[in-house]
């Protein structure tokens, strides 16, 4: 059975951000998300060789945790309730989040994000801003489980 692989990439999660166009008229990735892209996988890099893990080639499962910086503005009392979990942050969107993960992890972790089968993900506020990402393969049935016909049905 293959073991999970779990990154941790300490700081505050960065969304992604759509490819804009300069002065000039070219086209330009931001850095601070180039930057994200390229830190993640080279966490990735170093977990997977750390555990031994190769890239999965089977269905997979992602379970992503980013955990947001709290604002220094906030009173006491809010900054007590967003590590609670009572308050929840709004920017950035999750699914940007999620896009620039999946986006960096595809043909490193996994073969190919079509393999991604399960999805979860969550944000919320921490005192130790991260971004955690969790691939897991998917269980097969075993072969004798399946329902087969046999030939001369």
Known sequence: ???????????????YARTRLSRSGHLFTPSPQ???????????????????ISTYVEPV??????????PASWSKKKRAAAVLGLVRPGRPDLDNIVKLALDAL?????????LICELRAEKRYSLEPKLTVTVRPLLRPADAELPLRSAAE
């Open 34 to 52: 180039r930057n994200a892209a390229a830190a993640l996988r080279m966490a990735a890099q170093a977990e997977m060789k750390a555990a031994g």
């Open 1 to 15: 059975m293959t073991r999970p692989l779990t990154i941790i990439l300490m700081g505050a999660p960065t969304a």
């Open 106 to 114: 595809n043909h490193l972790a996994f073969a190919d994000d079509a």
């Open 61 to 70: 499962s992602l379970v992503l945790r980013a955990e947001l910086p709290i």
